[in-house]
């Protein structure tokens, strides 16, 4: 028999094994569990809109209420941010991970992380020149986003955009909270590098009440003055204008035009999918397998050469197309790198008019679905085949599915557009009708047996749908 302390070791190395395993192909840094106040309580979903509104100087920001029991099963905040022409958002950055969905417009997009390279030029105040003589700036990359882009900002990276076109620019954003990057409570914390807080319109000033908290006042505010001046060895005057609050909000005016350097719109985009294509799919955080022969900084060749961005309006790109009931672009990991680092995704759908969207459930992800054009009738089925949702949906109604909870949607008269985040990178989703169903699956006399049917009904259970797939065209019947 086998030493006590033998078997203790074996029990012990094997448990390591396991959750190594687990770290390596499941979500090893992904998701937490939900606490007690997050119990997934699903009775009834409703369509909602937002309930607190922030007007600043340049633009506005609008939250979804974090109570309403479907963010808070889901785990997520959802924001939507409007920047007027020519105004800048202020640098933030928040405690969990986001995917933002640009609805309209364009602009100018920033997102800057630690040890990665300051590889950009820009011009410096017209009669000024820097220390070095040079009347230039070094920055990090900036990137040109417009209508149909889908961007990845992890957790903790300071990110400003500004919007340098003539209509507003609209984006759509949820984060993250469950990810197990937020090591905090389940509250959106935002921390802004500048600006004040701007005039609320929901009755609660940001940051007061509810579950969403945010900095009212820039994080330079809190410090004590000598010691920022002599932490970046300037005067207290300068050090004054960091800590001040205009009354602007997070969204101003630029006293002064802004230009920096910005990439041609294609500019290493080839450059960028090859080297995805020549690498493993699956990205890891700081991975050697990511790093080139001889570079000295591994986070350079992991984080920092990842693209941002991806659009989703591509029609090339689309996993399933039908003539007669519309496309669907979804974008995981393997399409957009970056997401596995986030472990998130998103999908974007067309339905034309009264076509479908086949009943089918989410084995890996709960999902936030913000309408962006025409309307549909919408319906998910619970547990315990109780209806929980049953609504008519139009632009900018925002709902949750949860992850395994069934749905079905039928587009109206002026068809249907939507955007779903997902709080997976390889999101899986099983269909119950088309070629690639469970009922196409099943044995005939399964079907028969389970729904006391004939063989001839089976039949047409199994393959009447047999030549599409997830969107399906309106029935001749």
């Known amino acids: 028999m086998a ?6 070791g074996g029990l012990a190395l094997f448990l390591l094994c396991f959750n190594l395993l687990h770290a390596v192909h499941g979500k090893g840094y992904a998701t937490t569990g939900l606490t007690s106040a997050q119990q997934c309580r699903l009775d009834r979903i409703q369509a909602s809109q937002p309930t607190h509104r922030i007007e600043s100087e340049g633009g506005t920001t609008e939250i979804w209420d974090q109570k309403e029991d479907q963010f808070q099963c889901a785990g997520v905040a959802v924001i939507r941010t409007t920047i007027r022409p020519d105004s ?19 602009g100018i997009l920033g997102i800057t992380y630690p040890g990665c390279p300051e590889t950009y030029h820009s011009e410096g105040q017209a009669g000024s020149k820097g220390r070095r003589g040079e009347a230039q700036d070094l920055h990090q990359k900036v990137q040109r986003i417009r209508r149909g882009d889908l961007v990845a900002i992890p957790e903790g990276a300071v990110h400003w955009c ?47 009440g509810g579950d969403t908290r945010v900095n009212v006042h820039n994080i330079f505010a809190a410090f004590d003055e000598d010691i920022l001046a002599e932490a ?32 041609e719109e294609q500019e290493k985009e080839t450059h960028f999918e090859e080297q995805r294509r020549g690498r493993s799919s699956r990205s890891r955080r700081f991975s050697p397998s990511w790093s080139r022969e001889g570079a ?9 050469t990842m693209k941002m961005r991806h659009n989703m309006e591509t029609k090339r790109e689309s996993d399933v197309f039908s003539r007669q009931a519309g496309r669907l672009n979804l974008v995981n990991m393997n399409k957009f790198p970056i997401l596995g680092w986030i472990d998130m995704s998103a999908e974007r759908g067309n339905l034309l008019p009264n076509a ?23 319906q998910i089925s619970g547990s315990k085949g109780q209806n929980v949702f049953d609504q008519r949906v139009s632009q900018g109604s925002v709902f949750v599915i949860p992850q395994f909870f069934v749905t079905v949607a039928r587009a109206g008269n002026n068809g249907f557009e939507w955007v779903s985040f997902k709080t997976s990178s390889q999101p899986m989703q099983s269909p119950l009708a088309g070629y690639t169903s469970v009922f196409r699956a099943l044995p005939l006399q399964i079907i028969t047996n389970a729904y006391q049917i004939s063989s001839r009904e089976a039949e047409e259970l199994k393959y009447n749908r047999e030549h599409q797939t997830f969107l399906l065209s309106p029935s001749s019947k």
């Open 3 to 8: 030493p006590k302390s033998s078997v203790a």
């Open 88 to 106: 800048l958002c202020l640098p933030e950055f928040i405690n969990a991970p986001r995917l933002a969905f640009i609805e309209r417009g364009r």
């Open 162 to 208: 500004h919007n340098d076109g003539d209509e507003e620019l609209v984006a759509i954003t949820v984060v993250d909270l469950n990810n197990q990057a937020n090591q905090l409570d389940q509250r959106l914390r935002a921390f802004f590098l500048a600006g004040g807080q701007g005039q609320s319109q929901s009755g609660n000033k940001w940051g007061e």
């Open 232 to 263: 970046y060895d300037v005067p207290t005057e300068i050090i004054r204008n960091l800590k001040r609050d205009d009354g602007r909000g997070f969204i101003v005016n630029p006293q002064k035009r802004i230009k920096v350097m910005v990439p």
């Open 296 to 304: 000295d900084n591994g986070l350079e060749e992991t984080f920092c």
């Open 356 to 378: 479908l969207y086949s009943p089918h459930w989410s084995m890996t992800d709960h999902r936030v679905v913000y309408v962006t054009g025409g309307d549909a009738h919408v």
